[in-house]
């Protein structure tokens, strides 16, 4: 997304401490980020998050990691230990927004009870980001991305068996986003009643929430979801992708009746204009193996046709590389926040934040010392 105009960014002046780790967490306030927020991830000084440690590795620093947390700042506290925690209180002093990921029951454990926290500091935002909940018969379990699908119906709809998703639809839509989202309706709160919130992420509910209109369907109608059969997953034969004679995919999506005459007049085109078009699922399919899957998309334009992209192939296409969609991190392209006051930042080490956030909040040396671990 391109900047229109120069307003500031909306989030300016906003800081959030991030507690999280893995994905979900750290995706949210790299959203947040970049809408103008300070983030201050806390983490452990033994290792810190630990996609730090995730190959590949560029420049000391994990490329997943690098990916979601560039533009915040690294804080490291022992929160196991007293002076931990009494660093972690001072700087919730100064705080907007406190991102967290634990089970539930650990912050409370930890002696940082989000409800307390919230009583505590009556304009704080809480957001605790979780599988399920914070409640019901499955709040303690464990899990990841695959079973909060498979909870929220994805699964089940695409047919079950096989290789996971390709996308962390749970973790990132469900809960990083539906948080984010969360976090920010809450600061527009706050800014008209001064109240800040607590809030109940649960990935599996927001996964679920994207199924919406098809649940509604499919129950509308008595039935379950027909994986490979609903209209915008493969039952109609012009809203599915196809192999071209190189390898390569082509997306066809003509749903609406111009665009499919467009189509058929395109493809009776491309075969002499004599032949009649087969329109059937194995009708295109035989037709696109005939040519090459860029062929294709420069005779189907204006067809709501294209390329199925390859993660090499995304950085240097034209589309993308006029909307600066990619910027240069420790040298290598990653896909820029799609806001327009994103800006391009480097990777936080663990801890680089602790002098010059830590220091001016009036805490002991020694006590610095030994709530980082001597970083």
């Not at 395109?266 to 040519?291: I, K, M, N, Y």
């Not at 392209?333 to 956030?357: D, I, Y």
Request: hydrophobic fraction near 40%; include cysteine.
């Amino acid at each position: 997304m391109q900047a229109l105009n120069n307003t500031p960014p909306p989030l300016a002046g906003v800081r959030v401490l991030d507690l999280s780790r893995l994905l979900p967490g750290p995706y949210c306030t790299w959203t947040l980020a970049a809408l103008g927020a300070e983030v201050i991830r806390i983490e452990p000084p033994t290792g810190g998050d630990y996609t730090r440690e995730l190959p590949p590795l560029v420049n000391g620093h994990g490329v997943f990691f690098a990916a979601i947390n560039r533009g915040k700042r690294s804080v490291s506290l022992d929160l196991r230990k007293p002076e931990g925690l009494e660093a972690m209180r001072a700087l919730l002093k100064t705080a907007d927004v406190l991102v967290e990921g634990f089970k539930p029951g650990v912050m409370a454990a930890m002696g940082l009870d989000p409800a307390r926290l919230c009583e505590e500091h009556p304009r704080l935002i809480v957001c605790s980001i979780t599988g399920y909940g914070q409640t019901g018969p499955l709040a303690m379990e464990p899990g990841h991305d695959l079973n909060y699908q498979g909870y929220a119906g994805i699964i089940a709809a695409a047919g079950g068996e096989g290789t996971p998703p390709p996308i962390q639809v749970a973790d990132l839509a469900g809960g990083a986003q539906s948080a984010a989202l969360s976090i920010v309706a809450a600061l527009f709160g706050r800014g008209r009643h001064g109240r800040g919130a607590y809030l109940d992420c649960s990935m599996t509910e927001g996964a679920m929430a994207l199924l919406t209109p098809h649940l509604a369907t499919a129950l509308a109608e008595s039935r379950d979801l027909v994986p490979g059969g609903e209209l915008l997953t493969g039952g109609y034969s012009a809203y599915r992708s196809y192999a071209c004679a190189d390898g390569g995919w082509l997306t066809v999506a003509p749903l609406e009746p111009k665009f499919m005459a467009r189509l058929v007049s395109a493809l009776q085109a491309a075969q002499g204009g004599e032949a009649e078009v087969d329109c059937s699922e194995e009708g295109l399919r035989r037709v696109f193996l005939t040519r090459p899957r860029d062929e294709w998309v420069a005779a189907l334009q204006g067809c709501c046709v294209g390329p199925a992209l390859t993660a090499r192939e995304l950085p240097t296409h034209p589309q993308h590389a006029a909307r600066g969609a990619f910027e240069a991190v420790m040298g290598l392209p990653m896909v820029r926040a799609p806001f327009p006051w994103a800006q391009s930042n480097e990777v936080p080490r663990l801890g680089e934040g602790n002098a010059e956030l830590l220091g001016p909040l009036g805490l002991p040396e020694a006590l610095i010392h030994a709530a980082t671990g001597g970083l």
